[in-house]
């Protein structure tokens, strides 16, 4: 019995929808695709996107504030939360269309419903119909994570902040990691009063020189944070009462953002055979194959790295491989990120506690007030990083907390990528004034 389709793609989201558009319409594979919720996956619909859209609009209380110290009358009054979220409803919409359209016109089938594994060959649609496929991609990404606790049954996860009816007076957010502290920044720039608790010291798998600065820049702000903290129980009442230890504090929401895991439970991938490490995640090889040479997983689902960008590379080199005649795998090494709390941070490379664990390093740095809000009379702090291999001299990592840091790390990624070393960078000339320019203006290490 032949096959249905080439390819059957589980799962709507980045890494799927270019593994599919690619496969069909530009190798002429024969692809069907299923999504349960909305296409476009987490980044587009409860993730990147309306997350971004939300940093724009808690920046302009701040941007108001700068403006009249550079002698604009300017105040942007009350903020409207049910006209932004219908907005950004319906740019979501806008932006789902926009990914089906990219299928359809590629000639993928769409099935909007769940699927699950049944086979190393077939896939089951929740309507019952077996769809035989010569190659299987699991792109189901991933999701919040909430611990067992009496009461969590009452917190809220990222999925949940883009529909609120209304924003909280009284936010707690549990976690430390880049969605808490983006959060935070967000919440407190709509106005809402922020407290964070963690285990640990915030944003702790980041350079920690960087998210020390961030943390105080949070704090400076008036975002109460608390370390050491886990969350034993809430109670809902007049609020919600959280208790911590010997500390019970009111709320009116809780967010949890303590992690996210792959998206595998009740998929049939382990009766299937394939191989699942052990928080979930399909385990895959380098050209994104499981132990099952006919089923292959790429994204978060994955666990490798858990970002918009890699997934569409991985999805679009896998439909290259396997159906193009072009092999090519992804090279995860030197990946940028960008973390939007304010300041942002942008980061390409190793932190300075892991190149140092490596081999040995010099460290260059400068902190300094921008101009921008050094005039408005502001207390903003700039860091600009580099971590260089004192034997090869190249940049082993860039790290910017500054005002669009995202953007600026996407270029300093460009010259590491190309293996840049000191000297390189030294023999740039500056653009002045920026912020950026010291990054070429770093004479002396610091340590």
Known sequence: MGFDVDLFVIGGGSGGVR???????????????????????????RGCVPKKLMVYASSFPALAEEARAYGWSADVGAFDWPAFRGRLSAELDRLEGLYRKGQTGAGVTVHDQRATVAGPHEVRLADGTTVRAKHILVATGARPFV????????????????????????????????????????????????????????????DRECAELITARMAARGIRIATGRTVDRIVKGDGLAVTSGEVTETFDAVLYATGRVPNTEGLGLTEAGVTLRGNGAVAVDDWSQTNVPSIFAVGDVTDRINLTPVAIREGHAFADT????????????????????????????????????REEVE?????????????????EKVLMKLVVSRATRRVLGCH??????????QLAAIAMKMGATKEQFDATCAVHPTMAEELVTMRKPVR
Not at 324 to 337: E, I, Q, T
Not at 363 to 379: L, N, T
Not at 400 to 409: L, Q, R, S
């Open 147 to 206: 611990p067992e606790f009496p009461g969590n049954e009452h917190v809220l996860t990222s999925n949940d902040m883009f529909g609120l009816d209304t924003l909280p007076r009284r936010l707690l957010i549990v976690g430390g990691g880049f969605i808490a502290c983006e959060f935070a920044c967000i919440m407190e720039g709509l106005g809402v009063e922020v407290t964070v608790w963690n285990r640990s010291p915030l944003l702790r798998v980041f």
């Open 363 to 379: 460290v260059y740095a400068a902190g300094f007030r921008p101009m921008r809000a050094s005039f408005a009379g502001g207390d």
């Open 19 to 45: 593994a599919a558009r690619v496969a069909a319409g530009e190798h002429g594979a024969r692809v069907a695709l299923a999504e349960e919720y909305r296409m476009g996956g987490t980044c587009v619909i």
């Open 322 to 357: 396997v159906f193009g005649a072009n092999p090519r795998r992804v090279d995860h090494d030197l990946v940028a990120s960008a973390v939007f709390t304010r300041p942002e941070f942008g980061t390409c490379g190793l932190s300075e506690e892991a190149a140092r664990a």
């Open 400 to 409: 910017i907390v500054a005002p669009d840091a995202g953007e600026m790390i």
